[in-house]
């Protein structure tokens, strides 16, 4: 079973920030957080990963709270093609653990 | 750089039918995993490889469902006499194994499959 809890969809307007949320409350000392996007019709698309410390890419930014109970990954700037299905994980450190999904987040951006 | 490739994008066949799915893995990444998702439905893991050893098979379904790999690259999937549940979308995603730290798994595009 997945190990996070995710609202099961989110509208955001195009061009302003979407934050997104993902509660995680049985997470161990060793686990990190991923998260996904699966677009319509394509395989999942790796965006970022966190264990501790906040996290930003290229892509997005990774919030994980002191007590990593919670997270929230931030798209500074929604585009329309950044609609899609979003996907947070819990993963063990090290070795080669397969990753369990749950039913994500529909995130729209909206014009 | 070249990403996972799947091979075919789409696959129409006929209910008892054998299928062969074919993954490419990233150039390096040792590690190779399956999954399918189902319409409507969630990813679900199918099988972990490491090398040409599958040390996590627990996710195959039915004995109709086999996998190989074969010079810790190139892997195949093959299901035999096909269902109409069987279709879906099959997902192969490979990432590289360290000594510490996790793994990131890069996806393939997937294979449709439809069983009619």
């Known amino acids: 079973d997945a190990k996070t809890t995710q609202p099961t969809s989110m509208d955001c307007a195009e061009g302003r920030a979407a934050n997104l949320p993902c509660n995680h409350s049985t997470i161990s000392g060793n686990e990190y957080v991923y998260w996904y996007r699966q677009i319509h019709s394509q395989g999942p698309q790796y965006i970022i990963h966190g264990l501790k410390n906040n996290e930003t890419n290229e892509m997005a930014s990774l919030i994980i709270t002191e007590d990593r109970k919670s997270s929230t990954l931030i798209l500074p700037h929604a585009t329309l093609r950044d609609t899609a299905v979003y996907y947070c994980?819990?993963?063990?450190?090290?070795?080669?653990?397969?990753?369990?999904f749950g039913k994500g987040m529909k995130l729209t951006v909206n014009p | 750089g070249a990403g996972v490739s799947q091979s075919p994008s789409n696959k129409v066949t006929e209910k008892g039918k054998d299928v062969e799915l074919r993954c490419d893995p990233i150039?390096?990444?040792?590690?190779l995993y399956w999954y399918r998702q189902s319409l409507g439905q969630g990813l679900e893991f199918l099988i972990y490889?490491?090398?040409?050893?599958?040390?996590?098979k627990s996710g195959l379904p039915s004995d109709r469902f086999s996998a190989e790999r074969t010079g810790g690259s190139v892997s195949t999937l093959t299901i035999q006499r096909t269902q109409q549940e069987d279709s879906a979308v099959y997902l192969c995603a490979s990432s590289l194994v360290l000594g510490q730290g996790a793994e990131t798994q890069y996806f393939g595009p997937g294979t449709r499959l439809l069983v009619l």
């Open positions: 994980i819990v993963r063990p450190q090290g070795g080669s653990e397969k990753l369990v």
């Open positions: 490889f490491q090398g040409n050893s599958a040390p996590d």
């Open positions: 150039s390096g990444h040792t590690a």
